[in-house]
Every structure is written in structure tokens, then in C-alpha cells.
């Protein structure tokens, strides 16, 4: 069984719910997000990746799960905010 990398998985349920036409759906997505965020953060295997993974995003995605972040008031968002500002020379 494969199971997809659960910090991919929440930056795609970000970047789907921006598709959605279904306000339910899209509920779903960003319940989700908000959901895996919260896990993420407090996991100790899964913290120390989040700003490489967001890092490998392509830069327009990375800007909308920035954006999503912050206005869904998504526990990654610190995580994302500071992997940006590292990046900064």
C-alpha cells in the first residue's frame, strides 16, 4: 500500500482546494490541510522537512500555499514563513 507523503499531501490539498467549484469540496480540502498541519507541526519526524519540502515546490505554488496558509490560519504557516526568509540573502 502506498501511502503519499503527508506534507505533499497537505501542500496538494491546499493547492486543490483553489480549483474547487464545490464549496463543500473545498471545505474538505482546506478542513484537511488544517488537520494534517496541526499533526505535522507537533511531529517530531515530520517537522524538520517541512521547509525543505515546501522548498521544492515550483515558486508559483509555493505562493499560493503561502498565501492559503495564512488566510486558512494553517498551523504550517510559521514553518513556511521561515523557510521563506531563509532563502533570503
Known sequence: MNV????RFCFHKL??????????????DLSTAH???AALVRSSEWLPIIRERF??????QK???LRLAKEQA???EEQLTRAIH????
Open 15 to 28: 493547492l486543490v482546494s483553489e480549483r474547487r467549484m464545490d464549496a463543500r469540496k473545498k471545505g474538505n
Open 55 to 60: 522548498q521544492e515546490l515550483p515558486p508559483k
Open 35 to 37: 488537520e494534517l498541519g
Open 4 to 7: 503519499p507523503d503527508p506534507i
Open 74 to 76: 494553517n498551523p504550517l
Open 86 to 89: 531563509a532563502r533570503e540573502p
Open 63 to 65: 505562493r499560493t500555499v
